[in-house]
């Protein structure tokens, strides 16, 4: 309702996306007309990628060494939040329930006890992307000019990020004190964002606001996404019951093989595919990859994108392609995992793998860069669900309806479920 999108269909043209360099089409120019965070955080929000490096690289190097905390957390935020008694069926909302657990073990990665479960550091950082989706939509209603105006009245954001840096600041602050006492490679520094932070930064990025945001940038885009996928993830598990015992058993031969560690969970090659399967048919929306063209773009049919276009592909209708995914409609909760059995390359069906007919985490290199991450996330909650929980959907009417608007998707976020101590 605010734009033209360019929507470019087909494996040869999304390749093109996927090969052109960031100084003809961009992904952070889009994402600044469409978030407008340059207005409602900070303009350097877009040119200032070190929260994205940290991501990348010391968030995924360290996920092995992290893995048994946040599946601590995981099982601590469970028993907190699903307070089930013996057999009996206890109903929760799914969605707040499940942005409650993930934002603990989330956190746990990231900042580690005690502030991960602080009540009013995990309020704000649920709130926080819901004040800049919020700001998104009200600046995008006015014109180019007015854009500046609006956002600055619309503080949300401005005091969440006040709000941020009060509980980050004299965590960085004595941080940034000790580094300079002991260097870098000083006994028991926190291995933890603030530290891969500082590793990145330097001069007027180590400001406390500045360090803040990125943080809770961090954490915008992996509670938000992790909590939406993992809810229609529920949703599913709650109404196909058939596919319960197979995934229960392949987590509890390979736990008992080889216990809890980043190599079994990588084996659990049922749950993967459960849960890529669920995410293929409700993704984020119809679209995806979305772009800014700098300059005049032309396709390899031809086609020429005039700069200063927005183009994007359309997720949902390769997502269920009937000339890549047989039936594509059906909910096959072990397709992928069948796909792996069938051909050689093993990893190509994997949930993080990228390729031309699954866009669930983006493609090339502007790919998520924390899907690693939130993959092992995904697959460790879902096992502790199976292992302690039995489920289903307390309306008894099957599995809730997507949330549409616009072309964004969402799970129900009024739906129920039930929980009960696994029988």
């Not at 209708?317 to 792996?340: E, I, S, V």
């Not at 949930?351 to 697959?379: I, M, T």
Request: glycine share 4%; with cysteine.
């Amino acid at each position: 309702m605010t734009k033209w999108m360019i929507v470019v269909s087909g494996p040869a043209l999304v390749e093109d996306i996927r090969c052109a360099s960031a100084d003809v089409i961009s992904m952070q120019q889009a994402i600044r007309e469409t978030l407008h965070t340059d207005l409602t955080v900070d303009r350097d929000i877009h040119d200032d990628l070190s929260h994205v490096d940290v991501v990348k690289h010391p968030l995924t190097r360290n996920i092995a060494a992290k893995l048994a905390d946040v599946q601590d957390e995981i099982a601590a935020a469970f028993a907190n939040h699903i307070p089930v008694q013996d057999t009996e069926w206890t109903k929760l909302n799914a969605f707040s329930t499940i942005q409650d657990i993930i934002c603990r073990a989330s956190n746990r990665m990231l900042v580690g006890l005690p502030l991960c479960r602080d009540p009013d550091y995990l309020s704000l950082n649920k709130h926080f992307a819901f004040n800049i989706s919020k700001a998104s939509r009200i600046i995008n209603m006015f014109p180019f000019f007015l854009r500046s105006t609006v956002a600055r009245l619309l503080p949300s954001v401005r005091r969440d990020i006040k709000r941020g840096t009060k509980h980050l600041g004299p965590l960085i602050q004595q941080r940034i004190q000790q580094d300079a006492e002991n260097g870098k490679d000083w006994s028991h520094r926190p291995n933890d964002v603030i530290s891969w932070l500082l590793d990145v930064t330097e001069g007027q990025q180590r400001s406390l606001r500045n360090l803040a945001i990125r943080v809770l940038f961090i954490n915008f885009a992996s509670i938000d996404s992790t909590t939406t996928n993992f809810t229609f993830v529920l949703y599913e598990l709650a109404t196909r019951p058939e596919y319960v015992q197979p995934m229960r058993e392949e987590v509890e031969a390979i736990v008992r093989e080889e216990g809890w560690s980043k190599e079994s969970i990588s084996k659990l090659h049922k749950l993967d595919s459960f849960i890529k399967e669920a995410m293929r048919l409700s993704p984020f929306g119809s679209f995806g990859m979305m772009r800014k063209a700098l300059k005049d773009f032309k396709l390899s049919d031809g086609t020429v994108v005039p700069a200063g276009s927005l183009l994007t592909i359309p997720l949902l209708a390769m997502h269920t392609d009937a000339n890549t995914y047989p039936d594509p409609d059906t909910f096959d909760g072990f397709r992928f995992d069948k796909l792996r059995e069938q051909e050689a390359d093993n990893a190509k069906h994997q949930l993080v793998s990228l390729d031309s007919s699954y866009f669930a985490f983006g493609h090339g290199r502007h790919a998520c860069p924390g899907r690693f991450f939130v993959a092992y996330e995904l697959k460790m909650m879902l096992a502790h669900v199976l292992l302690n929980y039995d489920v289903k959907m307390a309306n008894g009417n099957g599995r809730p309806a997507n949330w549409w608007f616009g072309y964004n998707c969402l799970p129900d976020l009024s739906a129920e479920v039930l929980f009960r101590k696994r029988v």
